[in-house]
Structure formats: structure tokens, C-alpha cells
């Protein structure tokens, strides 16, 4: 058996509003209606890939003892039309800012994120979705150790 992961959203009698408790504890709201007052199911989706991806990238630049000052994930999907409404296409993108960023590194970083280690990218690989991810890499001013 896999490591077995929990959530559990309950309604909160009014519309299509839950409040969402993970098995770790955290808690989050949800609304079809995405606003301040709660993101949407795909947008959590979404937000999962980026999380995923981001934490594997992330280590493996530190790793590689890359400089890294600033990283951030940007993610987008187009969905479908028509019911259920499925990403079809979801685009990455990563920034990376730091000092003397090595290009190949950053590359391979993401690129062992993307095929081997995110399992949150790959189901998205698995069901058809084109995923496209591009980088960008910012020179930061060189910080004395």
C-alpha cells in the first residue's frame, strides 16, 4: 500500500461554499465561485502543481549549491468547454533569482522535477493534458558570504 493521503470538505449550508480540513491539519475554504472568500477545486489543482514542482526544484538547486535568492512558480490552464471541463492545456513557469545561477543547472532541475519526481505534474501528463513549462533566470547582485 502507498502512503496514503486524507482530506474531507464539509458544506457549509449556504451555495457551493466548504470548508476543507487536509490530514495534516491544514484548512482551507472552497467555492465554485472562487473569490477571497475561497479558491476553486481547479484552482487548487493547479496550485498543487506548482507546489509540487516548486519544492522539487527548489531542493534540487540547493543541492546543486545554486545561489538562489528569490524562486517563484506561475501556472495557467485552459479548460475545456465542455463537462467535466478538464485542463487540457497548463502552462509552468519558473523564475529563479540568485547569484551566478548555472543555466544547465536550473534546466536539469526542472527538468527531473517535471519527469521524474512531481507526481502532481505527471497525473496531468497521464490524462492527456499538454503540460509546456518555460524558466526565467535573474542576476542578483553578488552578496558577500
Not at 486524507?6 to 487536509?22: C, E, N, P
Not at 484548512?27 to 473569490?35: M, P
Not at 505534474?121 to 503540460?131: A, K, L, N, P
Request: net charge negative; hydrophobic share 35%.
Amino acid at each position: 500500500m502507498g502512503n496514503e493521503k486524507t482530506a474531507k470538505v464539509v458544506w457549509s449550508g449556504s451555495d457551493l461554499q466548504f470548508h476543507g480540513t487536509l490530514g495534516s491539519g491544514y484548512e482551507f475554504d472552497l467555492n465554485s465561485n472562487a473569490g477571497p472568500g475561497g479558491g476553486s477545486p481547479m484552482e487548487f489543482l493547479l496550485a498543487g502543481v506548482a507546489g509540487c514542482t516548486a519544492m522539487d526544484v527548489i531542493s534540487i538547486l540547493q543541492k546543486m549549491r545554486q545561489k538562489v535568492h528569490d524562486f517563484s512558480v506561475e501556472i495557467s490552464g485552459v479548460r475545456a468547454d465542455d463537462h467535466p471541463k478538464v485542463y487540457t492545456e497548463v502552462d509552468i513557469t519558473y523564475v529563479v533569482r540568485g547569484e551566478n545561477l548555472k543555466e544547465e543547472n536550473v534546466a536539469r532541475a526542472i527538468e527531473l522535477s517535471e519527469d521524474i519526481y512531481c507526481s502532481a505534474s505527471q497525473m496531468f501528463r497521464r490524462s492527456g493534458t499538454t503540460v509546456t513549462s518555460s524558466y526565467r533566470i535573474e542576476e542578483t547582485a553578488v552578496t558577500a558570504d
